[in-house]
């Protein structure tokens, strides 16, 4: 079983699962393609992510968790 992902899970590993990579997109997620991001996403939250560019976490973390949708 693989672990739920919430607001508190680390942004690395939200982007290291393939299946990830393209509903981060899906949302707007600016860090797929922030040179800077790189180096801050080890100190980052999906909470924080959201909350600084206004993306809705709660369907964020829905379409994360249920992938199949």
Not at 7 to 21: F, G, Q, R, V, W
Not at 48 to 59: E, N, P, R, S
């Amino acid at each position: 079983m693989t672990q739920k992902i919430t607001k508190d899970t680390n942004l690395a590993e939200i982007m290291a699962k393939e299946s990830a990579k393209d509903i981060l997109a899906k949302h707007r997620v600016p860090c797929l393609t922030c040179p800077m991001a790189q180096f801050e996403v080890q100190g980052l939250t999906i909470g924080d992510v959201c909350k600084m560019y206004g993306i809705d976490l709660k369907k964020l973390l829905e379409d994360l968790n249920n992938p199949a949708k």
